[in-house]
């Protein structure tokens, strides 16, 4: 079992823009293993690469209860979303233990590779979108807090690098 470590906000690194998968190989079918373990082993439902400090375009997710419907997302791109937008309540395990809701689409259509590099169409509504979003934007060096005001986001940042402080001591 390997635990990756996940970067914190306001690592600088989680702003970085991920690059396309091009190999599908037993190298990345071991990260995409270790992203599993560690999104599970955080309580996560979707862990995107950027998170681990691994800057290409892979997400892993799993919103079942049972853990048992593991979905490797790879060069995702959205090919329709709703005009309908929902405002979801959103948790990021780069930044632990603060919540606040986001405006998106309710429902997407998404194309993606999966581990092997079969490109597929995975249609998404409720968790499972916000969660393919949420993602997403990671790969784009977005964190959730970027859409909440900047009295907010100053607040978190600040509040985060306490946190951290106080772990190191
Ligand atoms: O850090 C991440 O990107 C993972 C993140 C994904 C996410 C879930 C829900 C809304 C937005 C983004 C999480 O897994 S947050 C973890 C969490 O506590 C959770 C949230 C909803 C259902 C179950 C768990
Ligand atoms: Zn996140």
């Known amino acids: 079992m390997a ?11 989680l702003h970085k823009v991920a690059k396309p998968v091009t190999q599908f190989d037993a190298a990345l079918q071991t990260q995409i293993d270790h992203m599993f373990e560690t999104m599970y082993d955080a309580k996560g439902v ?4 950027t998170q681990v ?15 048992d419907q593991p979905l490797v997302v790879i060069n995702p791109e959205v090919v329709w979303a709703s005009e309908e937008k929902t405002v979801a309540e959103e948790g990021c395990l780069s930044v632990p233990g603060i919540y606040d809701g986001v405006e998106r689409p309710s ?5 993606a590779q999966d581990g092997q590099g079969q490109w597929r169409e995975i249609e998404a509504e409720g968790l499972l979108a916000v ?15 970027d859409y909440l005001s900047t009295l907010k986001r100053n607040r978190i940042k600040t509040k985060m690098l306490k946190l951290q402080r106080e772990s190191e001591k």
Request: hydrophobic letters at 45%; a negative charge.
């Open 3 to 13: 635990l990756l470590p996940i970067l914190c906000y306001p690592d600088a690194r």
């Open 46 to 49: 979707g862990l995107a690469a």
């Open 107 to 111: 429902q997407v259509r998404i194309k």
């Open 53 to 67: 400090d691994f800057h290409h375009r892979l997400i892993v997710i799993d919103v079942s209860e049972e853990h």
């Open 131 to 145: 969660c393919i979003q949420h993602e997403m934007d990671h790969l784009m060096g977005k964190v959730f807090v």
